[in-house]
């Protein structure tokens, strides 16, 4: 049945835990079904999030099963008092709880497994809905188990992503696949983009995002980098092509990649791709660079390694910048910037080496050198360069958005781009290119 | 009025966007606002996602209206057509759209500043439900504006988190405060902990979990580290101390402080009481355990630096890790992660030094050194010791999981708690530890 024309489901979403609505940990399960489901063609129509109470996920769950074709639910199938997810589910059946034998012989098998008596709550996560039937969980102790409510099909799954994710892609998007008639996958297309403030980019694709249009372009915004996304369904399927080439054109090298990737990632692959090594020394930052170079598995074929060098004394001992030096301009300036980047680059024997320093606040800035401030260099076989940045907003920001942007100098100098964002007059000065 | 006690005022939140509806984003407005509004002591009753279209967030928007006392909705303020929120709220309100003079103005003054030409987009931004009061944006260029629907106070506030934090603050939180008649601060409060595997933990404080006491105690998790609140409202509010000091007692040396707070900005808290300094060596997490010090703003007065040692030869060059160790031992090693640890705290002239090299994956793993092996090591001035773990998960969850792990071993270690979490007999070897 694969790649026959299927219908599009309606699918909506629930995350249960007092956790969630309180505000204690934040719900990424929502984001990673949604992702996949509307890859799939299927149209999500919301999320709920609700609070570990039994009678809430039970009205939730009439009312999603109400308005959608499937409803997938996460959380609350721990094995603690707070887990009222088959409790829920169980009430708007209007069905009891029954032990469901395997589940329980697998717990069982997991605690002798791991040497330990079971703690007898753990029995609680075996009892199921009379009529559900199991889903297995092959990274956690949890069990999962669907149902029809309504004319929706129910997918209760657990709260912890590693186990949820799985049992989604072996179990949902099946399903899914069998109740839709075999959904075709939209052609949904990204532009990742560094640089441009987003009203910036949205002019220069205003036409393209007209909402009469059949194809849809959105955009989506985080430390410094904009996604636009690019989706036609149905018959503008073939459409969407032609206009991720035109974003693409009209964006040149602001653009990073004709996909949604991040720029650590992207970087990694475009070093390994031309064969090159590379390093980073890091001030504020302190090692986020690095760290999301290494967020591509096989990093370590480009990324050599790092300095974070957040004392001055740090960049003296590890990375050769002359006290002198430190003295006269300060920290957080060039000279102090294309230092740290050549020692970088000469310690580690790297071909390139990008560095980054500044003042994330809150404290620490001055008239001169105000929060927000940062200086970025390279250093390659053709020399050092550096350029200075002003990011807006709160530690975590600055520190998010100038890690990024020392990974996007690295892919401008790689791809010999011009370093300032926005090709033309049309911007300003450095310090408004973050607004 | 403050200080007396208030109403718990009933809040829904809905956020509104296609990249949040199709998985490209992730909310995070929803727990900062229920972690603040809860904090008040208001009732979350949940959130709803909903994507870019005026007459789902009008639909959305009734229904919470309906349940709750005080709706914020955020997102859906942008300059793009994408941006639906002030259509969707003049179609729940039956009112048009008018333009609002001071915002225009605004506008326009933020562009001048820019020495940009405003794009003629940006005036939609200043059109607000006829009726409505703005809401001032300090930050950015969408104002927010409220208005009543039903009973309820409605608040739309801007997507980004660094705009509407502000707005929350200044114009919901003492709205809130005067329509609860001065709501008294619920007492909650928290327990941090690293290490135990969470049936664990919930088995020693089961009892205090049980859900019919009047004081509520829930467990959240992510990468090993697991959160424990404690709640009472009304009259078990003076409860909840007894409760939270008797679970610090159970879980000891496993609880690293008695507030909800990360393993890094608790541990640079930590060494600057104690006027300790430390380095880290980090190969698998590449930088992350560095980072999540600094995360603390200040932190520089605990934190050198430390150097990411990704590559062998950058183990030798930065660290000093002889080439004949890693010949002999491999890179992930008891040896080398030791030698990893003496490096950086001599070349730092740290008072403590931490090291970490593992088996991120997917990729690299061996029978006998299999994906989410990690060695750990700490020196200080009484020598060097190390530990190793074998933590679950994919690359992410390992690297995230063995820096918190790395943060967690220093805490020991400044403690002079026991490494291995669990006191007394009832746990297994240590590759059970991050189950």
Redo the contacts between chains.
């Keep these: 049945m694969a790649g026959s024309p299927g219908r599009p489901l309606r699918v909506e979403v629930i995350g249960s ?12 399960n ?9 890859g799939l063609g299927h149209e ?9 109470d039994g009678d ?1 996920f039970a009205d ?1 769950l009439r009312a999603a099963a109400a308005r959608a074709d499937a409803v997938v639910t996460t959380g609350g199938l ?5 887990d009222r997810t088959r409790e829920g589910a169980a009430e708007a059946l209007g069905v009891r709880l029954v032990e469901h034998a395997p589940s329980a012989r697998r717990l069982a098998a997991v605690w002798r497994r ?3 008596p079971m ?1 007898p ?2 029995l609680r996560q075996a009892r199921l809905p009379r009529g559900a039937r199991a889903i297995r969980n092959e ?1 956690g ?1 949890a069990p999962g188990f669907r149902f029809l409510l309504g004319g929706a099909e129910v997918f209760c799954l657990p709260g ?1 992503p ?1 186990e949820m994710a799985p049992m989604l892609e072996r179990e949902v998007v099946p399903a899914l696949r069998r109740l839709a008639g075999g959904a075709a996958p939209a052609r ?1 297309l990204f532009v990742s983009c560094f640089g441009l403030p ?3 980019l ?2 220069r694709i ?1 036409d393209l ?3 009469g249009r059949a194809v ?1 372009v ?5 430390e410094g980098v904009i ?1 636009v ?1 690019v ?1 036609g369904t149905g018959a503008a399927a073939r459409e969407a092509p032609r206009v991720h080439r035109e974003i693409l054109r009209r964006l040149g090298p602001d653009a990073y990649a004709p996909r ?1 990737v991040s720029p650590g990632e992207n970087l990694a692959r475009l070093l390994l791709d031309r064969g090159l090594t590379v390093a ?1 020394a ?1 001030s ?8 999301r ?3 591509l ?4 074929g480009a ?9 001055d ?2 960049k003296t ?2 990375l050769g910048v002359p006290r002198a030096l430190l003295r006269k301009h300060g920290a957080v300036s060039a000279p102090v910037a294309e230092a740290m980047a050549r020692g970088a680059r000469r ?3 790297a071909d390139l080496a990008v560095a980054v320093t500044g003042i ?4 620490g800035g001055s008239a001169r050198k105000p929060v927000g401030l940062v200086w970025f260099a390279v250093a390659g076989p053709e020399g050092t360069r550096s350029i200075r940045r002003r990011l ?6 600055v ?1 998010g958005t100038a890690a990024n942007a020392a990974l996007d100098l690295l892919r401008r100098t790689v791809e010999g781009a011009p370093w300032v964002p926005g090709a033309g007059p ?3 000065g450095l310090d ?1 290119n973050q ?1």
């Design positions: 835990g007092d956790e969630l609505v309180r505000g204690r940990s934040r719900d990424t929502f984001a990673a079904i949604a992702e996949r489901l509307t999500v129509l919301g999320n709920r999030v609700v609070p570990d809430a939730a721990g094995p603690t008092e707070d791991r040497g330990l703690p709550s753990n990274v102790s912890p590693r949904a987003e009203s910036v949205a002019e205003a995002m007209d909402r849809r959105g955009t989506a915004v985080g996604t996304s989706q949604r980073a890091e504020c930052t302190a090692g986020l660079a690095a760290a170079l290494a967020d598995p096989g990093a370590s990324l050599l390694g790092g300095v974070v060098a957040y004392d004394a740090a001992r590890l310690r580690l024997g994330a606040g809150p404290g807006p907003g709160d530690r975590s920001f520190r049309a911007l300003p408004s607004e």
